[in-house]
C-alpha cells in the first residue's frame, strides 16, 4: 500500500470509528435525543447529567476506546510505512465524534476520544489530563474546563517530546476546532453564567 492510500484509509477509518456515538446510540436505545436534553451535548457529561453514572461510564469508555485501539494498533501492530498516519488516524476520530455525518454533524465536543489519543501517544498526558479532570471537579466544578486545557497542552506536549512538527500541527488544529466546540462554555465561564458540573447534576435530581 503506497503513503497515500494509507493517509486516505486513516483519516476514513479515524471518521468511521468517530461517528460511533456512544450518548447518541444508547438515548435513542432508550427512546429519545441525547441533544434535546441537558446541556444539548452528545457526550459523557451531558449522560452523566441527563441519565445516570452507568451509561455515561459507558459512553466515556467507548469513546476514549475507539481513539485509542485504531491508534494503538497502527504504532504497534500495523507500522504503517506512512509517517504520522496513527495522529492523523486519532485526530480524524475526535472529528468524527464531534461531526457524526448521520447526526446532521452535531456530536460532542470530543474531550473523551482526546483522551483515548492521548493514552495511545503518550500514557504520562493521559495522566497528566485525569489530574486536571480531578482538580477542576474539585475546585472549578467546571469539566469543560479541562476538555479546553488538555485539547491546547497535547500538541505542546507532543512537540517538546516527539519533536514531529506534522504531527503537532494536526494536534494544534483538532485542538483548535475542540475549542471552537467549547466556545458557549468558554463564554460562560467569563461571564460566570456557566453552569458547575456537579450542580447540573443536582438540579436534574431536583
Same mark, same amino acid.
Given at each position: 500500500?503506497?503513503?497515500?492510500?494509507?493517509?486516505?484509509?486513516?483519516a476514513l477509518c479515524g471518521y468511521?470509528?468517530?461517528?460511533?456515538n456512544t450518548a447518541a446510540i444508547?438515548?435513542?436505545? +432508550?427512546? /429519545?435525543?441525547? +441533544?434535546?436534553? #441537558?446541556? #444539548?451535548?452528545?457526550?459523557?457529561?451531558?449522560?452523566?447529567?441527563?441519565? #445516570?453514572?452507568?451509561?455515561?461510564?459507558?459512553?466515556?469508555?467507548?469513546?476514549?476506546?475507539?481513539?485509542? &485501539?485504531?491508534? /494503538?494498533?497502527?504504532?504497534?501492530?500495523?507500522?504503517?510505512?506512512?509517517?504520522?498516519?496513527?495522529?492523523?488516524?486519532?485526530?480524524?476520530?475526535?472529528?468524527?465524534?464531534?461531526?457524526?455525518?448521520?447526526?446532521? /454533524? +452535531?456530536?460532542?465536543?470530543? /474531550?473523551?476520544?482526546?483522551?483515548?489519543?492521548?493514552?495511545?501517544?503518550?500514557? @504520562?498526558?493521559?495522566?497528566?489530563?485525569?489530574?486536571?479532570?480531578?482538580?477542576?471537579? &474539585?475546585?472549578?466544578?467546571?469539566?469543560? &474546563?479541562?476538555?479546553?486545557?488538555?485539547?491546547?497542552? &497535547?500538541?505542546?506536549?507532543?512537540?517538546?517530546?516527539v519533536r514531529s512538527f506534522p504531527?503537532?500541527?494536526?494536534?494544534?488544529?483538532? #485542538?483548535?476546532?475542540?475549542?471552537?466546540?467549547? +466556545?458557549?462554555?468558554?463564554?460562560?465561564?467569563?461571564?460566570?453564567?456557566?453552569?458547575?458540573?456537579? @450542580?447540573?447534576?443536582?438540579?436534574?435530581?431536583?
Amino acid at each position: 500500500m503506497t503513503g497515500a492510500v494509507w493517509y486516505a484509509g486513516g483519516a476514513l477509518c479515524g471518521y468511521l470509528c468517530g461517528c460511533i456515538n456512544t450518548a447518541a446510540i444508547i438515548s435513542r436505545a +432508550r427512546g /429519545f435525543d441525547i +441533544r434535546k436534553k #441537558g446541556s #444539548g451535548n452528545a457526550g459523557a457529561s451531558n449522560m452523566y447529567v441527563s441519565v #445516570g453514572k452507568g451509561p455515561a461510564a459507558v459512553t466515556a469508555l467507548v469513546d476514549i476506546l475507539k481513539a485509542f &485501539l485504531p491508534v /494503538f494498533l497502527l504504532m504497534h501492530v500495523l507500522h504503517p510505512p506512512a509517517a504520522h498516519v496513527h495522529v492523523l488516524t486519532g485526530c480524524a476520530v475526535i472529528i468524527g465524534h464531534m461531526f457524526p455525518f448521520w447526526m446532521q /454533524f +452535531r456530536g460532542g465536543k470530543g /474531550f473523551a476520544s482526546l483522551l483515548g489519543l492521548s493514552l495511545a501517544l503518550d500514557w @504520562r498526558f493521559f495522566l497528566v489530563c485525569l489530574a486536571f479532570v480531578g482538580l477542576y471537579l &474539585l475546585t472549578l466544578h467546571y469539566i469543560a &474546563l479541562a476538555s479546553i486545557t488538555c485539547a491546547v497542552l &497535547l500538541p505542546v506536549w507532543h512537540g517538546l517530546f516527539v519533536r514531529s512538527f506534522p504531527e503537532t500541527v494536526m494536534l494544534a488544529v483538532t #485542538g483548535i476546532i475542540i475549542l471552537l466546540k467549547h +466556545r458557549e462554555n468558554i463564554t460562560g465561564m467569563i461571564n460566570g453564567t456557566e453552569i458547575e458540573f456537579q @450542580r447540573s447534576r443536582k438540579n436534574k435530581k431536583q
